[in-house]
């Protein structure tokens, strides 16, 4: 009886042992910084491999996140640093949590209810899982709105108010300025609103 105990404890500790821990790190476009620290934390968690890529959040495949869960075997763990790393919405995020359960996988993130190992109460672990979700949609906003506003900064849109001034006027406002004309001539002389006149000339003061 006692060698069948301890065999079993022998058999459990051959298991653990096999088991591992895969990350996943994702950033949008270039921020390198984000990404490079985001694996940092992953090695520091005892990921022995980190799947990164820079790719959109709204993209329907993630070929580096794919190949993380193709790698994960029964009793291994994925691990991400936010759920917004890996998925860009509530059913995307419960549906791949429910096929990682259904291969006996876990998924851990390093913030929230799926931080830690021990399991807790039901009530509040719904709680928990009710929160996170809607942290990563809060997130998921947050950087949608920080992708337009690159997306347009990179095709020369203006990223909103009124339209810039040429370079030609900006100089005109300033020579005006400097020999002594008011605000208001200036925008009789040149047509730009009394605001974009301020904006020039405080600019030009700065430089």
Same mark, same amino acid.
């Given at each position: 009886? !006692?060698?069948?105990? *301890?065999? =079993?404890?022998?058999?459990?500790?051959?298991?653990?042992?096999?088991?591992?821990? @895969?990350?996943?790190?994702?950033?949008?476009?270039?921020?390198?910084?984000?990404?490079?620290?985001?694996?940092?934390?992953?090695?520091?968690?005892?990921?022995?491999?980190?799947?990164?890529?820079?790719?959109? $959040?709204?993209?329907?495949?993630? #070929?580096?996140?794919?190949?993380?869960?193709?790698?994960?075997?029964?009793?291994?763990?994925?691990?991400?640093?936010?759920?917004?790393?890996?998925? *860009?919405?509530?059913?995307?995020?419960?549906?791949? @949590?429910? =096929?990682?359960?259904?291969?006996? @996988?876990?998924?851990?993130?390093? !913030?929230?209810?799926?931080? &830690?190992?021990?399991?807790? *109460?039901?009530?509040?672990?719904?709680?928990?899982? $009710?929160?996170?979700?809607?942290?990563?949609?809060?997130?998921?906003?947050?950087? /949608?709105?920080?992708?337009? $506003? $690159?997306?347009?900064?990179?095709?020369?849109?203006?990223?909103?108010?009124? #339209?810039?001034?040429? &370079?030609? =006027?900006?100089?005109?406002?300033? /020579?005006?300025?400097?020999?002594?004309?008011?605000?208001?001539?200036?925008?009789?002389?040149?047509?730009?609103?009394?605001? &974009? @006149?301020?904006?020039?000339?405080?600019?030009?003061?700065? !430089?």
């Amino acid at each position: 009886m !006692t060698f069948k105990f *301890k065999r =079993k404890r022998l058999l459990l500790s051959e298991k653990n042992k096999s088991s591992k821990a @895969i990350g996943y790190a994702r950033a949008t476009h270039n921020e390198y910084e984000n990404l490079d620290e985001q694996i940092k934390f992953l090695k520091e968690e005892g990921c022995s491999l980190v799947f990164s890529e820079f790719i959109s $959040l709204d993209e329907e495949v993630k #070929p580096q996140f794919n190949q993380a869960i193709d790698c994960l075997s029964k009793g291994d763990q994925l691990i991400i640093t936010r759920l917004d790393r890996a998925f *860009k919405n509530k059913n995307e995020c419960l549906r791949t @949590i429910n =096929k990682l359960i259904n291969k006996d @996988i876990k998924l851990r993130t390093l !913030t929230g209810f799926f931080a &830690t190992n021990e399991s807790s *109460k039901s009530n509040s672990s719904i709680f928990k899982i $009710l929160y996170e979700l809607d942290n990563l949609e809060n997130n998921s906003l947050g950087e /949608r709105k920080k992708e337009q $506003l $690159l997306r347009r900064k990179l095709s020369g849109n203006n990223l909103g108010g009124r #339209p810039k001034i040429s &370079t030609l =006027k900006e100089s005109l406002v300033i /020579r005006l300025r400097n020999e002594g004309y008011s605000y208001r001539s200036i925008r009789s002389q040149t047509g730009i609103a009394l605001s &974009t @006149i301020r904006r020039v000339i405080l600019e030009g003061e700065l !430089t």
